[in-house]
T-cell receptor, first 111, second 112 residues
Framework: EPEVTQTPSHQVTQMGQEVILRCVPI?????FYWYRQILGQKVEFLVS????????KSEIFDDQFSVERPDGSNFTLKIRSTKLEDSAMYFC?????????FGQGTRLTVV | QKEVEQDPGPLSVPEGAIVSLNCTYS??????FMWYRQYSRKGPELLMY????GNKEDGRFTAQVDKSSKYISLFIRDSQPSDSATYLC????????????FGGGTRLMVKP
């Protein structure tokens, strides 16, 4: 069964460092997303991407964040200068026109 | 008022019980309603989705949507210990590719 894959599964970084989280969406999907979940809290939308551009973003997705689809398969989230409060699970998702499927997540720990 | 509300639980039931999980929402533009299951520190796994009002059944799972009350439910029949997880409701508008808005999740524990 097709699935969304994310790497790494766990990333520890120092405050102020840049991190890149990587995702391989399901191959025939057209819509791609990043969500995050701070421990014990709701899954929160960050950004959606369609047709090689951002289609929607939340207030969380400020100038520190960027997304890219550098080739036909990968989808990345970059955090330019990490803060302690960026520590969370980051989930990539992809969607056909109806339902979104999520990856297993990257646990980001900022120290 | 939060956009999507869900009782956090935990909800503890004996094996074999019928479980009812619920969400309320405020945005009348929501048209697609999903239920995801999430194990600890894992990604949400799609269980079912429903479009607009009505019922949908898949094995032991039944999803109901009542748009007039802005209330959705997931019923699990003959619950198993392996059903122990956090159940997330999520919903979106009719625009393809639109973001999902999640409830906070209900933690379910099914005791053998």
């Amino acid at each position: 069964e097709p699935e969304v894959t994310q790497t790494p599964s766990h990333q520890v970084t120092q405050m102020g460092q840049e991190v890149i989280l990587r995702c391989v969406p399901i191959s025939n999907h057209l819509y791609f997303y990043w969500y995050r979940q701070i421990l014990g809290q709701k899954v929160e939308f960050l950004v959606s991407f369609y047709n090689n551009e951002i289609s929607e973003k939340s207030e969380i997705f400020d100038d520190q964040f960027s997304v890219e689809r550098p080739d036909g398969s990968n989808f990345t989230l970059k955090i330019r200068s990490t803060k302690l409060e960026d520590s969370a699970m980051y989930f990539c998702a992809s969607s056909d026109r109806v339902t979104a499927f999520f990856g297993q997540g990257t646990r980001l720990t900022v120290v | 008022q939060k956009e999507v509300e869900q009782d956090p639980g935990p909800l503890s039931v004996p094996e074999g019980a019928i479980v009812s999980l619920n969400c309320t929402y405020s945005n009348s533009a929501f048209q697609y309603f999903m239920w995801y299951r999430q194990y600890s520190r894992k990604g949400p796994e799609l269980l079912m989705y429903t479009y607009s009002s009505g019922n949908k059944e898949d094995g032991r799972f039944t999803a109901q949507v009542d748009k007039s009350s802005k209330y959705i439910s997931l019923f699990i029949r003959d619950s198993q210990p392996s059903d122990s997880a956090t159940y997330l409701c999520a919903m979106r508008t009719n625009n393809a590719g639109n973001m999902l808005t999640f409830g906070g999740g209900t933690r379910l524990m099914v005791k053998p």
